[in-house]
């Protein structure tokens, strides 16, 4: 597959991402093999139950309760009161320009998704949204006493962006086109572009992708935050996403 090439996101200045070090026209061709995570588990194995709830939550309701997430975490508070020193991690979010965007995370730019989620925003619209401020997403789900799973293997969930209930949100195992756009983006560390897609006419327009560091900060057992850093210390798109398990 062709490498990518990169473009601005929405009115971000230029000086808001960093595209690789060499020319992306100057990418190896050879295929790469995604490094596995450090705590490699069987997690990614697809099963009938995940399938079955990624089939239905499409059609679920649209219901425009408030947020429960704790108010210090939005508004101003979130950015000035954020602390350092979290874990980095490399996040991507990709996908056609019409269709739902998917959320990467990788322990490194090499590496096998350790998370993907499938969100109920447009890549377009969430870029867009990126490109005009601050975008705060909150992912929720309800906890469930008989079952024991761990924050992120929880499998749907409630997503909030900026305190507006916009659908519901779907962990899945990565597929192999996840894979393939990891694997093109093996050499970029942080930027945005497009990726040759093999039906350039497709209806739901061209792959399109935003890749960053994220500093991963757990509250505790049900909550998580993932903050996008910009390089440098320099003004630009700023994203924080929240994991938040209540009840």
């Known amino acids: 597959m062709p490498s990518p090439k990169t473009l601005p996101v ?9 595209a690789p070090d060499r020319s992306p026209s100057r990418l190896p061709a050879a295929p790469v093999l995604l490094q596995q995570p450090s705590h490699k588990k069987g997690q990614w194995k697809s099963t009938k139950f995940l399938r079955r709830v990624k089939s239905v939550f499409r059609s679920f309701p649209v219901i425009n309760p408030p947020c429960k997430m704790p108010v210090s975490l939005h508004g101003n508070r979130l950015h000035e009161g954020h602390i350092h020193g979290g874990k980095q991690m490399t996040g991507t979010l990709f996908g056609c320009r019409k269709a739902r965007v998917n959320l ?7 590496g096998v998704p350790l998370l993907v989620v499938e969100l109920s925003i447009q890549t377009g ?24 799973l761990k ?20 962990k899945r195992g990565p597929t192999a086109d996840d894979l393939k756009v990891m694997q093109n983006l093996h050499a970029v560390s942080m930027g945005a572009g497009v990726l040759p897609s093999q039906n350039a006419e497709s209806p739901e327009g061209e792959l399109t992708y935003m890749r960053a560091f994220f ?11 993932y903050y996008m850093m910009n390089p440098n210390g320099t003004s630009g798109p700023e994203l924080s996403i929240f994991f938040v398990r209540i009840g």
């Open 104 to 110: 990467a995370i990788q322990e490194n730019p090499r």
């Open 10 to 18: 929405g009115r971000s200045q230029p000086g808001n991402v960093v």
């Open 125 to 148: 619209k969430l870029l867009q949204d990126m490109g005009s401020g601050l975008v705060r997403i909150a992912l929720e789900c309800e906890k469930n006493q008989s079952e024991k």
């Open 215 to 225: 500093e991963r900060t757990v509250g505790s057992k049900d909550s998580e935050t």
């Open 151 to 170: 924050l992120l293997d929880e499998p749907i969930w409630t997503m909030y962006c900026n305190g507006r209930k916009v659908g519901y949100a779907v």
